[in-house]
């Protein structure tokens, strides 16, 4: 009885109105169509936002150089020469920052393998030590790729700009001398406060002020050109980005843990 009311069905089905079933389908497949168009038109306009991003940057980054950096420099080495070291504390903030989060990493460790789950700003938190770890790793192919020299003599006899008159490129070239550009402290700190500022956009006025803060210290302790921390914060925020989007497109989450999104973060606060 089963069998014959199941073949009943299935025989109404396949010869049931055409008309009917032709408009199902085309909805069925409208649907999906316009739902597949506005993921890829996201994933689009996503792009489209960090190539735009990225030649933003790169006239910046250009400009500073041919009409920027060196007018600073010397400008901040008469003006600013004597308050060096009030500068000096504030670009420190990066080296700071860093370990900390690292550390707090390490207690989150603890609190995991003893059997208990991540939360959601534990989450954030480990994700930004990986962002500050990951992002040492580029940081010195560039400094090494671009050679670049110091705008002041402060460290190990460097060549500069202020005592030796030398703003130039030198690739490959290697050494303590050769690597102002990108800075590494904009790296760290961008590294770290990109991961925040995607988990919780709700604070980013306070991320903004962790950034100006080093990047206003190596500049007016006369560490780098200007185009060395444009190009350290860029690089700094792309490997936090990307370490979010890894994060975000996994299988599943570690921890079964929600994928981190400025929309799932604010709700828990």
Not at 8 to 21: G, L, P, Q, R
Not at 96 to 102: A, C, D, N, R, S
Request: glycine fraction near 8%; proline fraction near 5%.
């Amino acid at each position: 009885m089963a069998l014959s009311t199941r073949l009943e069905t299935e025989y109404n089905f396949c010869f049931c109105d055409n008309s009917a079933i032709s408009q199902r389908l085309s909805v069925s497949l409208t649907r999906q169509f316009i739902a597949q168009t506005a993921g890829d038109d996201v994933n689009m306009t996503d792009l489209q936002k960090w190539a735009m991003a990225l030649l933003i940057w790169l006239l910046c980054i250009t400009a500073s150089f041919l009409w920027i950096d060196r007018p600073v420099a010397f400008l901040v080495h008469t003006e600013l020469e004597g308050y060096r070291a009030i500068f000096d504390v504030t670009a420190r903030l990066p080296k700071v920052l860093g370990p900390l989060v690292v550390a707090c990493t390490l207690l989150i460790g603890v609190w995991v393998v003893v059997g208990q789950r991540m939360t959601e700003i534990q989450t954030i938190i480990v994700i930004s030590a990986l962002s500050w770890a990951v992002s040492d790793v580029p940081e010195n192919w560039l400094k090494f790729a671009f050679g670049r020299t110091w705008p002041d003599t402060w460290m190990q006899d460097n060549p500069s700009l202020i005592r030796d008159g030398v703003d130039n490129f030198n690739p490959f070239h290697g050494g303590p001398g050769f690597a102002a550009f990108p800075s590494g402290h904009m790296v760290a700190i961008c590294a770290i406060m990109s991961v925040y500022w995607i988990g919780y956009p709700r604070f980013r006025a306070i991320y903004a002020i962790c950034v100006a803060i080093p990047f206003i210290g190596l500049l007016g302790a006369n560490y780098h050109f200007v185009s060395d921390l444009i190009a350290g914060s860029f690089l700094g925020t792309l490997v936090g980005w990307t370490i979010v989007t890894l994060w975000n497109a996994g299988i599943r989450p570690v921890g079964h843990l929600p994928a981190l999104s400025p929309k799932s973060a604010d709700k828990k606060i």
